[in-house]
């Protein structure tokens, strides 16, 4: 079965820095697809990467996907405090009826 | 519009009590069910999903059980909670792209 390892496991960032989340699967990327969630509640949809070298961007938060090293990454420019949150990569897990879900990364970030 | 309810919110059981947790869908039909659990600060692990009444993929072999009595409800149960159980438990749903899942807001179970 695919996993989905992301690094760091957790990050402290100042407000205005920037930071990357990275997400490496253990087989072939076909899509893939990032979340955020904050503490406590469900899931919100980010974006969706489904080609190699593909990049999307939404307001400050940028991903890509690198096909070739079966990793995607997520890079947030100048974090704010709204940014705080679980940050979770997912694929498709089989079937088409189902994700297999990154290990997950909290970001805080600090006034 | 859709509306996804969980409920409890919250959950504090002891060690061997049963457990039922509900999850209602309104506003769409025959949708894709799924129940994860999310340990704390960590990702999602599925551990069950529906395809349609009475259709219940395991992922995860468990003391915990899933049904589907209606269409747009999914019942998580265990007859006997281990402390293991604990954690942050998320209810989904989606149609059409497996992707685009909405998720309820949760329910916080603490075995004791």
């Known amino acids: 079965s695919q996993e989905l390892e992301q690094s760091p496991q957790s990050l402290i960032v100042q407000e205005g820095k920037n930071l990357t989340i990275n997400c490496t699967s253990s087989?072939?990327?076909?899509?893939l697809y990032w979340y955020k969630q904050k503490y406590g509640e469900g899931l919100i949809f980010l974006m969706m990467?489904?080609?190699?070298?593909e990049e999307k961007s939404h307001e400050k938060i940028t991903a890509k996907l690198d096909e070739k090293k079966q990793q995607s990454s997520l890079h947030i420019t100048a974090s704010q405090p709204s940014h705080a949150g679980i940050y979770l990569c997912?694929?498709?897990?089989?079937?088409?009826?189902?994700?297999?879900f990154g290990t997950g990364t909290q970001l805080k970030v600090e006034l | 519009s859709q509306t996804i309810h969980q409920w409890p919110a919250t959950l504090v059981q002891p060690v061997g009590s049963p457990l039922s947790l509900e999850c209602t869908v309104e506003?769409?039909?025959?949708?894709?069910l799924y129940w994860y659990r999310q340990a704390a600060g960590r990702g999602l692990q599925l551990l069950f999903y529906?395809?349609?009444?009475?259709?219940i993929s395991s992922e995860v072999p468990q003391n915990l059980s899933a049904s589907r009595p209606q269409d747009r409800q999914f019942i998580l149960s265990s007859k006997k909670l281990l402390l293991s159980d604990s954690g942050f438990y998320l209810c989904?749903?989606?149609?059409?792209?497996?992707?685009?899942?909405?998720f309820g807001p949760g329910t916080r179970l603490t075995v004791t």
């Open positions: 087989k072939t990327l076909y899509g």
């Open positions: 990467l489904q080609k190699g070298g």
């Open positions: 529906s395809v349609g009444i009475g259709q």
């Open positions: 506003g769409t039909s025959n949708p894709n």
């Open positions: 997912g694929a498709d897990g089989g079937g088409g009826n189902k994700l297999t």
């Open positions: 989904a749903w989606s149609v059409g792209f497996v992707y685009e899942q909405y």
